[in-house]
Protein backbone atom coordinates (compact mmCIF):
# COMPACT_ATOMS: atom_id res chain seq x y z
CA UNK A 1 0.00 0.00 0.00
CA UNK A 2 3.02 2.66 0.60
CA UNK A 3 4.66 2.03 -2.65
CA UNK A 4 1.68 2.20 -4.39
CA UNK A 5 0.56 6.21 -2.58
CA UNK A 6 4.10 6.98 -3.56
CA UNK A 7 4.04 6.76 -7.06
CA UNK A 8 0.73 8.57 -7.24
CA UNK A 9 2.70 11.35 -5.59
CA UNK A 10 5.56 11.83 -8.48
CA UNK A 11 3.27 11.34 -10.82
CA UNK A 12 1.35 14.67 -9.78
CA UNK A 13 4.69 16.24 -9.42
CA UNK A 14 5.96 15.60 -12.73
CA UNK A 15 2.08 16.65 -14.60
CA UNK A 16 2.37 20.35 -12.32
CA UNK A 17 6.58 20.95 -13.25
CA UNK A 18 5.04 20.44 -17.18
CA UNK A 19 2.99 22.94 -16.78
CA UNK A 20 4.77 25.29 -15.05
CA UNK A 21 7.71 25.16 -17.67
CA UNK A 22 4.75 25.65 -20.31
CA UNK A 23 3.91 28.91 -18.58
CA UNK A 24 7.18 30.38 -18.42
CA UNK A 25 8.05 30.43 -21.89
CA UNK A 26 4.46 31.75 -22.87
CA UNK A 27 5.99 34.57 -20.50
CA UNK A 28 9.22 35.00 -22.19
CA UNK A 29 7.30 35.12 -25.89
CA UNK A 30 5.14 38.27 -24.30
CA UNK A 31 7.74 40.61 -25.29
CA UNK A 32 6.31 43.61 -26.98
CA UNK A 33 7.26 44.45 -30.79
CA UNK A 34 8.30 47.68 -32.20
CA UNK A 35 4.80 49.72 -32.57
CA UNK A 36 6.87 51.95 -35.71
CA UNK A 37 8.12 49.32 -37.36
CA UNK A 38 4.72 47.08 -38.46
CA UNK A 39 3.12 47.09 -41.52
CA UNK A 40 1.49 50.28 -42.11
CA UNK A 41 3.13 52.10 -38.91
CA UNK A 42 2.35 55.65 -39.21
CA UNK A 43 5.72 57.51 -40.91
CA UNK A 44 7.66 59.49 -38.37
CA UNK A 45 7.68 63.02 -39.25
CA UNK A 46 7.85 66.30 -37.02
CA UNK A 47 4.77 67.59 -38.22
CA UNK A 48 3.01 64.94 -37.27
CA UNK A 49 2.23 66.02 -33.61
CA UNK A 50 -0.26 63.90 -32.58
CA UNK A 51 2.08 60.58 -33.09
CA UNK A 52 4.89 62.45 -31.54
CA UNK A 53 2.77 63.14 -28.22
CA UNK A 54 2.76 59.43 -27.61
CA UNK A 55 6.47 59.14 -27.06
CA UNK A 56 7.28 62.22 -24.94
CA UNK A 57 6.24 62.46 -21.30
CA UNK A 58 4.01 64.90 -19.07
CA UNK A 59 6.98 67.40 -18.28
CA UNK A 60 8.09 67.13 -22.72
CA UNK A 61 10.90 65.17 -22.11
CA UNK A 62 11.36 62.30 -24.50
CA UNK A 63 10.57 58.45 -22.99
CA UNK A 64 13.29 55.99 -23.43
CA UNK A 65 12.70 53.31 -25.74
CA UNK A 66 13.36 50.62 -22.85
CA UNK A 67 9.53 51.89 -22.08
CA UNK A 68 8.11 52.38 -25.31
CA UNK A 69 9.98 49.56 -27.07
CA UNK A 70 10.54 51.21 -29.84
CA UNK A 71 13.12 49.98 -32.25
CA UNK A 72 16.42 51.87 -32.01
CA UNK A 73 16.46 52.71 -35.93
CA UNK A 74 13.17 54.07 -35.13
CA UNK A 75 13.78 55.78 -32.00
CA UNK A 76 17.01 57.70 -33.53
CA UNK A 77 14.40 59.18 -36.32
CA UNK A 78 11.77 59.86 -33.37
CA UNK A 79 14.41 62.22 -30.99
CA UNK A 80 15.17 63.92 -34.24
CA UNK A 81 11.98 64.89 -35.25
CA UNK A 82 10.82 65.61 -31.42
CA UNK A 83 13.66 68.24 -31.38
CA UNK A 84 12.78 69.28 -34.69
CA UNK A 85 9.02 69.93 -33.23
CA UNK A 86 10.19 71.60 -29.85
CA UNK A 87 12.54 74.19 -32.30
CA UNK A 88 8.97 75.36 -34.06
CA UNK A 89 7.27 75.03 -30.78
CA UNK A 90 4.78 72.30 -31.47
CA UNK A 91 5.88 69.73 -29.13
CA UNK B 1 19.34 70.07 -56.64
CA UNK B 2 17.71 68.83 -53.95
CA UNK B 3 13.98 69.18 -51.56
CA UNK B 4 13.05 71.36 -49.03
CA UNK B 5 10.66 72.03 -46.64
CA UNK B 6 10.84 75.30 -45.18
CA UNK B 7 8.28 76.64 -42.04
CA UNK B 8 8.14 80.36 -40.63
CA UNK B 9 6.35 81.41 -37.47
CA UNK B 10 5.58 85.03 -38.05
CA UNK B 11 3.62 87.45 -35.01
CA UNK B 12 -0.15 86.59 -33.65
CA UNK B 13 -1.34 90.41 -34.83
CA UNK B 14 0.00 90.26 -38.66
CA UNK B 15 -3.31 90.49 -40.55
CA UNK B 16 -4.42 88.38 -43.95
CA UNK B 17 -3.08 91.01 -46.47
CA UNK B 18 0.13 90.96 -44.13
CA UNK B 19 0.69 87.37 -44.51
CA UNK B 20 0.10 87.31 -47.81
CA UNK B 21 2.86 90.23 -48.82
CA UNK B 22 5.09 87.99 -46.76
CA UNK B 23 4.97 85.18 -48.77
CA UNK B 24 5.16 86.23 -51.80
CA UNK B 25 8.65 88.34 -50.53
CA UNK B 26 9.84 84.81 -49.42
CA UNK B 27 8.63 83.19 -52.39
CA UNK B 28 10.34 85.88 -54.64
CA UNK B 29 14.05 85.57 -53.16
CA UNK B 30 13.74 81.75 -53.72
CA UNK B 31 12.60 82.38 -57.14
CA UNK B 32 15.70 84.71 -57.75
CA UNK B 33 17.89 82.58 -56.32
CA UNK B 34 17.72 79.15 -58.60
CA UNK B 35 15.05 77.68 -56.55
CA UNK B 36 11.50 76.30 -57.11
CA UNK B 37 8.67 76.81 -55.14
CA UNK B 38 6.37 73.50 -55.16
CA UNK B 39 3.45 74.61 -52.42
CA UNK B 40 2.86 77.00 -50.32
CA UNK B 41 0.49 75.77 -47.13
CA UNK B 42 -1.02 77.97 -44.39
CA UNK B 43 -1.30 76.13 -40.88
CA UNK B 44 -3.15 79.40 -39.71
CA UNK B 45 -2.75 80.37 -36.17
CA UNK B 46 -1.60 78.29 -33.53
CA UNK B 47 -0.72 78.02 -30.02
CA UNK B 48 2.97 77.67 -29.42
CA UNK B 49 3.40 75.27 -27.01
CA UNK B 50 6.13 77.26 -25.01
CA UNK B 51 6.63 81.40 -25.82
CA UNK B 52 9.07 82.27 -27.96
CA UNK B 53 9.65 86.32 -27.25
CA UNK B 54 6.74 86.69 -24.92
CA UNK B 55 4.21 85.40 -28.04
CA UNK B 56 1.58 82.86 -27.20
CA UNK B 57 0.68 82.28 -31.05
CA UNK B 58 2.23 82.41 -34.36
CA UNK B 59 0.88 82.54 -37.61
CA UNK B 60 2.70 79.42 -39.49
CA UNK B 61 3.22 78.81 -43.30
CA UNK B 62 4.71 76.36 -44.72
CA UNK B 63 7.20 75.98 -48.08
CA UNK B 64 8.20 73.12 -49.78
CA UNK B 65 10.64 73.75 -52.18
CA UNK B 66 13.17 72.80 -54.80
CA UNK B 67 16.59 74.63 -54.73
CA UNK B 68 20.54 74.21 -53.87
CA UNK B 69 22.51 75.86 -50.76
CA UNK B 70 22.23 79.38 -52.52
CA UNK B 71 18.88 79.60 -51.98
CA UNK B 72 18.34 78.26 -48.33
CA UNK B 73 21.06 80.70 -47.36
CA UNK B 74 20.07 83.84 -49.04
CA UNK B 75 16.49 82.83 -47.65
CA UNK B 76 17.56 82.60 -44.10
CA UNK B 77 20.15 85.78 -44.38
CA UNK B 78 16.62 87.18 -44.85
CA UNK B 79 14.84 85.93 -42.19
CA UNK B 80 17.33 86.41 -39.73
CA UNK B 81 16.88 90.58 -39.99
CA UNK B 82 13.25 90.45 -40.54
CA UNK B 83 11.65 91.39 -36.96
CA UNK B 84 8.31 89.68 -38.12
CA UNK B 85 8.49 86.57 -38.11
CA UNK B 86 9.65 84.63 -34.17
CA UNK B 87 11.36 81.55 -35.73
CA UNK B 88 12.02 79.38 -39.36
CA UNK B 89 13.31 76.09 -39.63
CA UNK B 90 14.35 74.03 -43.22
CA UNK B 91 14.52 70.81 -43.30
CA UNK B 92 15.99 68.77 -46.38
CA UNK B 93 13.96 65.49 -47.45
CA UNK B 94 14.04 63.00 -50.04
CA UNK B 95 10.36 63.22 -50.98
CA UNK B 96 7.40 64.80 -50.40
CA UNK B 97 4.22 63.88 -49.27
CA UNK B 98 2.40 66.00 -50.94
CA UNK B 99 -1.30 63.98 -49.93
CA UNK B 100 -1.25 64.23 -46.08
CA UNK B 101 -1.87 67.75 -44.30
CA UNK B 102 -1.61 67.62 -40.48
CA UNK B 103 -2.69 70.67 -39.96
CA UNK B 104 -6.02 70.79 -41.94
CA UNK B 105 -8.16 68.35 -40.53
CA UNK B 106 -7.52 69.74 -36.98
CA UNK B 107 -9.26 72.94 -37.71
CA UNK B 108 -12.46 71.96 -40.15
CA UNK B 109 -13.43 68.49 -37.33
CA UNK B 110 -12.03 69.52 -33.96
CA UNK B 111 -15.18 68.91 -32.18
CA UNK B 112 -15.33 65.87 -33.96
CA UNK B 113 -11.94 65.02 -33.29
CA UNK B 114 -11.88 65.58 -29.81
CA UNK B 115 -14.73 63.35 -29.12
CA UNK B 116 -13.55 60.25 -31.54
CA UNK B 117 -9.94 60.68 -29.64
CA UNK B 118 -10.89 60.17 -26.15
CA UNK B 119 -13.51 57.50 -27.09
CA UNK B 120 -10.04 55.79 -29.11
CA UNK B 121 -8.37 56.13 -25.71
CA UNK B 122 -10.90 54.82 -23.39
CA UNK B 123 -11.02 51.87 -25.76
CA UNK B 124 -7.55 51.10 -25.95
CA UNK B 125 -7.65 51.61 -21.97
CA UNK B 126 -10.46 48.65 -21.64
CA UNK B 127 -8.10 46.15 -24.31
Known sequence: MKK????KVK???????SK???FQVSKFQFKKKCPLSEKNAPKIDYKNVKLLKKYISENGKILPSRITSVSQNKQRKLSLSIKRARILALV | MSLYEHTIIAKQNHSADQLKSLKTKYSKIIEKNEGEI??????????LSH??????KGNYIHFKLKGNGLTVS???KNEKIDKNLLRFLTVRVKKFDLDKDYFKQENNFNKYDK????????NEKEI
Open chain 1, 4 to 7: KFKR
Open chain 1, 11 to 17: KNYQRNL
Open chain 1, 20 to 22: LNL
Open chain 2, 38 to 47: IKIDDWGLLN
Open chain 2, 51 to 56: EINKNK
Open chain 2, 74 to 76: ELE
Open chain 2, 115 to 122: KKTERMVN
